[in-house]
């Protein structure tokens, strides 16, 4: 453990989820050191549904033998737990904070979920309305961005902070999909600011050192799209 601890981490993950990402994000980000441990979710380890038995899903972070599910109650922990350790993920300022908080949470009720109807949707009008959702999404998050980081590289100011690893860990998903498709989510032309921050992001040595290839995410969604396909054929 970083920084002359001695308390046992792991985490418990699956290579491609974003969520595991943002987890494995934030300890890279503050140092600390843990155990990985892939997880087969067609056949769930004892561990994992012992570890999160409601919704029997990854991430879990396991400290001391004591589990933490879901990933933004991971990060808050991951922040409180080893306070002393690297820089603090959350902004000290009680009104930043929930600032932060509130944008993290815009990101998955609004971008995911837009991003997911666009990719996913039943209908090729859920499709493009998911697309129209997501677009807005992202320019908002462009405004969110001026303001949180008041002229610096981050959402966090100079170095990434929570919202930074929570749309960070989305980061890998939008370069894999914008190689599929063929556009740029975030584009220099209509969102300069997040366009910028995804290079700065991208290029730190702890990002860098977790960040799965976009190659292999490109391989497993179309092999998830063929999976997809073959099933709602049979049907």
């Not at 933490?68 to 009104?95: C, K, M, N, R, T």
């Not at 700065?200 to 290839?213: K, R, Y």
Request: glycine content about 8%; hydrophobic content about 45%.
């Amino acid at each position: 453990m970083a920084g002359g601890e001695s308390n046992e981490v792991k985490l418990l993950g699956m290579w491609a989820s974003p969520f595991v990402l943002r987890v494995q994000l934030a300890l890279s980000l503050k140092g600390i050191s843990y155990e990985y441990v892939e997880e087969d979710l067609k056949s769930k380890s004892e561990l994992l549904l012992a570890s999160n038995p409601v919704h029997k899903a990854v991430p879990v972070l396991i400290h001391d033998g004591k589990a933490v599910s879901e990933s933004s109650v991971i990060l808050q922990y991951i922040d409180e737990a080893f306070a002393g350790i690297g820089p603090s993920l959350l902004p000290a300022d009680h009104h930043d904070r929930a600032v932060a908080r509130f944008w993290a949470s815009y990101i998955d009720d609004k971008l995911l979920k837009a991003s997911n109807q666009a990719s996913r949707g039943k209908t090729e009008e859920e499709k493009a309305e998911g697309k129209k959702q997501a677009a807005a999404a992202v320019e908002t998050l462009e405004g969110a961005l001026k303001e949180c980081s008041k002229g610096k590289p981050f959402f966090g100011g100079d170095s990434a902070g929570y919202v930074d690893v929570v749309l960070g860990g989305l980061l890998a998903w939008v370069h894999a999909g914008d190689a599929m498709k063929g556009v740029k989510t975030f584009d220099p032309a209509t969102t300069p600011l997040l366009a910028a921050w995804a290079d700065s992001f991208g290029a730190l040595d702890a990002v860098e050192a977790v960040m799965p290839d976009i190659g292999k995410l490109v391989e497993f969604a179309m092999a998830m799209h063929a999976h997809a396909a073959a099933a709602a054929a049979s049907n």
